[in-house]
Nanobody, 125 residues
């Protein structure tokens, strides 16, 4: 059974950077697309970026384009989310999620069946 564990969250000042990691265990890796999602208090869950199982396809929500980069190292069973020029509105709990490999990865949370426990990202001075 696939399991996901996020790490790398924390407190950072506006304009700063963080790198989140999503490490997977389970015999069916790497045949999963991975999405990063975030949820701030009182707000709906938002898809951030996603990456296909091969790593050749990615999607980004408009609010993070040019600032966030998703990548994966299948040899390490890990997907990364590099976050630069962070803003206070990026503050949220960040989750990674997995869905069986599709033609392209999805930004829709309901299509993902395995979720990590989340890691808190706080952007504040």
């Amino acid at each position: 059974q696939l399991q996901l564990v996020e790490s790398g969250g924390g407190l950072v000042q506006p304009g700063g950077s963080l790198r989140l990691s999503c490490t997977a265990s389970g015999f069916t890796w790497p045949y999963y697309d991975i999405g990063w999602f975030r949820q701030a208090p009182g707000k709906e869950r938002e898809g951030v970026p996603c990456i296909s199982a091969t790593g050749r396809s990615t999607k980004y929500t408009d609010s993070v384009k040019g600032r966030f980069t998703i990548s994966r190292d299948n040899a390490k069973n890990t997907v990364y989310l590099e976050m630069n020029r962070l803003k206070p509105e990026d503050t949220a709990v960040y989750y990674c999620a997995a869905e069986p490999q599709q033609a392209t990865c999805s930004a829709i949370g309901s299509e993902y069946h395995t979720w990590g426990q989340g890691t808190q990202v706080t952007v504040s001075s």
